[in-house]
């Protein structure tokens, strides 16, 4: 098992979502900017200002909660970490943060404090103290999930008897490997909040691309659909034009990356399932930008001549996919991956905490456009399963799309070529991740030795 320090790799990846966070804020700020005077996009001028305040004032929300769940909600031995109390002073400087809309930022700033914290703290302690880390952790969360549904009413088990039995089976395997002298470990202070830090300033990350960017990103390719044909036949590009595919650019950019560097934070959370390498999170993060891409391209495209069916569509999947990610968590769900992926919401269970279900809809929002482990059972076939439908879905979309639009002009060929081999991208750039680089492949090389 891997038990990782804080280093380099964590800070430039730090740094990397703290500029990708306002490089992406600020183009949004500059379409705004130009859409005001311009008159061919005036008309959509509020609906881009609500789509950067509206879910930033959200993701700030929830991350102002997540602070307060850390110091008063979390038990020292329960599904998440018990954050040290904050003075008044911290207090108030998080608030002051939070109402400048400054989360993502803030977390990034606790995730480099303590990780520099941790590094000192290694240096101070001896070797078998250093081995302590998330298989500690996970000893005492599986202990806590049996008890905490020993109590559960019947309706919010959710046929529970068959989950535990299932977690007790995944568990056994690794309770042996671990042992009783892990469990008896001190456990160094810094080393876990930098740990805790990492997951929540991925969280806040992911929800932030999910709630702004993709909402955001749609509208503007639905307003270019619109503007560019015109433009293109004028033989002129306008600055709104060039701002909006700055903002799109780096919407895109910005949604890969969250997502990748939440698989990041999940797996350093748990040692045994292994950490992400620098190459492995390249490679993941261009797979999910070759997903993301195309499938926003066809939602812009389909709504440009659908809008009602298309709300409708993007309703019922945004439905059924957050159902998924709620069955995961109550009926089937892998016990390892489920403690390193959720870091707040399993206290007390999907079926009885509101914050829960908000959360499980967020992630909902991410499997709309590219897949995640969200902590179930056979995440491979879960992904197989995700990417052929989703294919058949743009295909879809492509094919009323072009149905309805004048096929004889150069430029609708453009998106039926680019979806194609965004497509073959994608695919190519995931097998070269699960071949070279997936830490899963080598944490079984290693068991088996």
């Not at 456990?187 to 691309?209: F, G, I, K």
Request: aromatic share 12%; charged share 15%.
């Amino acid at each position: 098992m891997e038990i990782s320090k804080f280093g380099w790799f964590d800070a430039l990846t730090a740094l990397i979502s703290v500029i990708m966070f306002y490089f992406d804020v600020v183009s949004d700020v500059l379409v705004a900017f130009y859409m005001r005077d311009d008159p061919e996009t005036q008309d959509w001028f509020l609906p881009t200002v609500l789509l950067i305040v509206m879910p930033l004032v959200v993701v700030n929300g929830f991350s102002l909660y997540w602070y307060w769940f850390d110091e008063h909600v979390c038990e020292p031995d329960g599904m998440c970490y018990r954050s040290p109390k904050a003075t008044r002073q911290m207090w108030a400087f998080r608030v002051i943060a939070h109402l400048f809309l400054q989360a993502t930022i803030l977390r990034y700033l606790d995730l480099i404090y303590y990780g520099v914290k941790s590094v000192r703290e290694q240096s101070l302690v001896g070797p078998h103290e250093q081995g302590e880390g998330p298989a500690h952790h996970h000893h005492h969360q599986y202990n806590h999930h049996n008890h905490k549904h020993n109590n559960q009413p019947p309706a919010a088990a959710c046929d529970q008897d068959k989950g535990d039995n299932g977690l007790k089976e995944a568990t056994n395997g690794y309770n042996s490997i671990v042992g009783a002298a892990v469990e008896e470990a001190p456990r160094p202070r810094y080393r876990v909040l930098w740990v805790h830090a990492e997951r929540d300033a991925a969280n806040v990350d992911v929800l932030s691309s999910m709630v702004q960017d993709a909402p955001q990103l749609i509208l503007q390719l639905y307003i270019m659909t619109n503007t560019v044909p015109a433009q293109a036949l004028q033989g002129q590009i306008s600055q709104t034009l060039i701002m909006q595919l700055l903002s799109v650019a780096a919407s895109l950019v910005a949604m890969a990356w969250s997502v990748a560097s939440f698989s990041k934070a999940t797996r350093l959370a748990e040692a045994s399932i292994g950490n992400l390498s620098p190459a492995g999170l390249l490679l993941l993060s261009l797979a999910h930008f070759c997903s993301i891409a195309p499938q926003v391209l066809c939602f812009a495209l389909f709504s440009s001549k659908y809008l009602i069916e298309f709300l409708v569509i993007v309703s019922c999947h945004w439905v059924a996919t957050s159902t998924l990610v709620l069955v995961q968590l109550i009926c089937c769900p892998d016990p390892i991956r489920l403690s390193a992926t959720f870091t707040h919401d399993m206290r007390k269970g999907p079926c009885s905490r509101v914050d829960d279900i908000a959360f499980s809809a967020a992630f909902g929002l991410i499997l709309l456009y590219t897949f995640m482990d969200v902590g179930g059972r056979a995440p491979r076939i879960q992904g197989g399963v995700f990417h052929a439908f989703r294919l058949v879905e743009e295909a879809c979309m492509l094919a009323f799309w072009y149905l309805a639009t004048d096929g004889n002009m150069w430029y609708h060929w453009l998106p039926l070529v680019l979806v194609s081999v965004l497509c073959v991208l994608g695919g190519l750039f995931l097998l070269a991740y699960l071949a070279c680089a997936d830490p899963d492949r080598r944490s079984k090389r290693l068991l088996t030795v």
